[in-house]
């Protein structure tokens, strides 16, 4: 965010950055022809659904964060939609507990589970925690891929994190170092930018499976995600897609 407010400023755009649970936020954001935003939180995203509905641009939308952030809605969408989604015709053992109601900040909010009876502790103790909307889905063996985009523009990356081991939780270990199983990159594309225009995300990125036979599935997927393997390309497209959708106003 911070790459991106300055390349806008570079390029002539007055910007002024605040953290979402700002108070100030509505009054300060109220003569602002756009937002570029992060936020996550249910006050920040009714505040800026609220300036929205008055005519202010904002990147990604409140309401597109909101289903990314919303689990079980997502994988509906995306299942309605027909995105490739982990299916139990392809699982060898293993399913992964994950809370449904939100974005996982933290390790304990998606856990794998060996067998049902982990899955059912797993279960329980999201239960424990005030956490309802539980999300089982079957562990897919093969090469994790990480990738990431920018809706209106050519940009988009994918990578390995087993290559590296830089991970978030860690979680990335139970599929293994990668294998680099051959498969149809430019499929993988328009399926993820398929997934991201069904959530309405602009910025975006996820997960997917390759398996050994090319064929592969979103296990999730993310709006602002770090960009961290490729974050000077990333700020220029986003920065790029903000001036586009400006320009379009």
């Given at each position: 965010?911070?790459?991106?407010?300055?390349?806008?400023?570079?390029?002539?755009?007055s910007v002024s950055?605040?953290?979402e649970d700002d108070?100030?936020?509505?009054?300060?954001?109220?003569?602002?022809?756009?937002?570029?935003?992060?936020?996550?939180?249910?006050?920040?995203?009714?505040?800026?659904?609220?300036?929205?509905?008055?005519?202010?641009?904002?990147?990604?939308?409140?309401?597109?964060?909101?289903?990314?952030?919303?689990?079980?809605?997502?994988?509906?969408?995306?299942?309605?939609?027909?995105?490739?989604?982990?299916?139990?015709?392809?699982?060898?053992?293993?399913?992964?507990?994950?809370?449904?109601?939100?974005?996982?900040?933290?390790?304990?909010?998606?856990?794998?589970?060996?067998?049902?009876?982990?899955?059912?502790?797993?279960?329980?103790?999201?239960?424990?925690?005030?956490?309802?909307?539980?999300?089982?889905?079957?562990?897919?063996?093969?090469?994790?891929?990480?990738?990431?985009?920018?809706?209106?523009?050519?940009?988009?990356?994918?990578?390995?994190?087993?290559?590296?081991?830089?991970?978030?939780?860690?979680?990335?270990?139970?599929?293994?170092?990668?294998?680099?199983?051959?498969?149809?990159?430019?499929?993988?594309?328009?399926?993820?930018?398929?997934?991201?225009?069904?959530?309405?995300?602009?910025?975006?990125?996820?997960?997917?499976?390759?398996?050994?036979?090319?064929?592969?599935?979103?296990?999730?997927?993310?709006?602002?995600?770090?960009?961290?393997?490729?974050?000077?390309?990333?700020?220029?497209?986003?920065?790029?897609?903000?001036?586009?959708?400006?320009?379009?106003?």
């Amino acid at each position: 965010m911070n790459a991106v407010s300055s390349r806008l400023r570079q390029r002539g755009f007055s910007v002024s950055e605040f953290v979402e649970d700002d108070p100030s936020l509505p009054a300060a954001l109220e003569n602002s022809g756009a937002c570029i935003s992060m936020a996550r939180s249910p006050q920040a995203l009714r505040q800026l659904e609220v300036l929205e509905s008055s005519g202010m641009t904002v990147l990604n939308t409140p309401a597109s964060v909101r289903l990314c952030c919303h689990r079980s809605l997502l994988l509906a969408s995306l299942q309605k939609a027909g995105v490739p989604l982990a299916s139990a015709d392809w699982s060898d053992g293993g399913f992964w507990v994950k809370r449904g109601d939100a974005s996982a900040q933290s390790a304990a909010d998606v856990q794998f589970a060996a067998d049902s009876v982990e899955v059912e502790r797993l279960t329980a103790a999201l239960h424990q925690r005030g956490i309802s909307d539980v999300v089982v889905s079957p562990h897919i063996s093969g090469d994790l891929v990480k990738f990431y985009g920018v809706e209106g523009t050519g940009f988009f990356r994918t990578c390995y994190p087993g290559d590296d081991g830089d991970t978030k939780f860690g979680d990335e270990q139970v599929n293994g170092r990668p294998c680099h199983y051959d498969y149809d990159a430019a499929l993988l594309e328009r399926e993820a930018r398929r997934a991201a225009q069904v959530a309405g995300v602009q910025v975006f990125g996820g997960d997917a499976v390759i398996r050994k036979d090319g064929t592969f599935c979103m296990i999730d997927l993310n709006d602002w995600p770090s960009f961290s393997r490729c974050r000077e390309s990333a700020t220029e497209a986003i920065a790029a897609r903000f001036i586009q959708i400006m320009e379009q106003k």
